[in-house]
């Protein structure tokens, strides 16, 4: 559900799915910082959903890894007509099957020297 919101045929369904995969008081730790509530996951969804190049589509393109209550998925955002991609990893914590914690890890790791 949660990257589900990404892909959403109109803006109007973002809020309805992310509030199906999100605690109320979801914390989002993303690029810009902390933030809590469904309302500031539904700003950056929405703001990734608005990218200048136009929107693009964004999947999980990984095995979900979940040990316990903490699982963790790969995922790849591409604008349209081969435009900028991006990909990272979400490390996420779950509450009666919702997700109550997100963690954004957005890009590559270098290599270690």
Not at 54 to 78: H, L
Not at 93 to 107: C, E, M, Y
Request: charged share 20%; hydrophobic share 45%; net charge negative.
């Amino acid at each position: 559900m949660f990257l589900s919101a990404f892909n959403a045929s109109d803006d109007g369904y973002v809020t309805a799915l992310l509030s199906q995969a999100l605690t109320s008081d979801v914390v989002f730790w993303g690029p810009l910082g902390r933030s809590e509530g469904v309302e500031a996951v539904e700003r950056f969804v929405l703001d990734i959903r608005r990218h200048p190049a136009g929107a693009g589509t964004m999947v999980r393109c990984s095995a979900v890894d979940m040990p316990g209550e903490w699982a963790r998925y790969q995922w790849v955002f591409t604008t349209p007509d081969g435009g900028p991609r991006l990909a990272g990893t979400d490390v996420v914590h779950l509450r009666k099957n919702r997700i109550d914690q997100i963690i954004v890890f957005a890009g590559d790791i270098e290599p270690a020297p």
